[in-house]
């Protein structure tokens, strides 16, 4: 019985008989080209092609769907492909042009909660750090179901994708935080500090620094909220992410304070200098492992106390705050594969030089097509891809 899908067996001995170095390259003739193409596009798939589809399956009715035996696990592993898809800033783009972005905003009012966490998560991707589908979900109104799933959703995962979306979606956005502000997304971010969720308080924490980072007048507006208290209380938290993001958010207020801002923590500095002496002691009894695990946090305390008292903490004088070894290099593990066969080629080329000898010699070719080589034609995009392929390594 034949088997399904391409010769993959075949295509790697194939590859190897071609490329071992043993026998000099030769034209392919037209069978093997045409053997090898098509067990290569097997496994190729026309991306706006399948968006499309995914596009038709999100306009149709839910109870239609259903009545189809679609399930709404199926539409989450369909929101998880098309997720891998918007990965690339014009397949991105290219949703809302195809007709996918409002049925994708769409999801966010879906009955199902992990459709809505879902759809929230793609919008992420779409988003991030990309003014152009930033402006495109801002046009279609795609801010308001997000805000309304962060603050009221009764699912606490849909309410932490929602605000992760939010925070891709209005960074380096004016637009965006205008409209966060006008929604009163503050209030919203104190609430979700006091939830028990630790990932959603990190969300909303790292959410908070940022906005106070870029505008420093709405320190005003969050003291009068009464974040101090709950940075604070944050700031002791036993989740270490927390307790720097929290560190970060009262470090901004400080700073806003000695540059001649708002009060900064008004009435609250006791409290903060009570907070720091126990965290110093904390950090001071911490074993050497767990040292350097905080080095954010020795930073931060620091830092906070030099920018409240205008002295360096006890932490300086101990010498908890920089440590043997913290602006030491990450080891180096790659060039242990890659460096010494070029070291080993360099050595040889100068052993075998004669003294006086100015003959230049070619370095090795290492990977690269000839510069006579006709131009490689068009490959679709393959359909592989990882869980979490899902944050752009490149800013945009």
Known sequence: MAKDGPDWDGLLKWSLAHSDGTRPPRNLSEEE????????????????????????VMQTPEQVLEAQGVTSADIEDMLDELQEHVESIDMANDLHSIGGLVPLLGYLKNSHSGIRAKAAEVITTIVQNNPRSQQLVMEANGFEPLLFNFTSDPDITVRTKALGAIASLIRHNKPGIAAFRLANGYAALRDALGSESVRFQRKALNLIHYLLHENSSDCNVVSELGFPRIMMHLASSDDSEVREAALRGLLELAQDKTSGGSDGLGEEDEKLKQLLQERIKGISLMSPEDLGAAREERHLVDSLWNACYNEPSSLRGEGLVVLPGDDAPPPDVASKHFEPPLRAWAANQEANRAPGTEKKEAAPLLLGFSPQQPETPHVQSSSSGGEDAGQRSTPR
Do not use: G, P, Y
């Open 33 to 56: 080209r045409k053997w090898f193409m098509e067990a290569m596009q097997a496994q190729s798939v026309d991306v706006v092609k399948r968006m499309k589809e995914i596009t038709l």
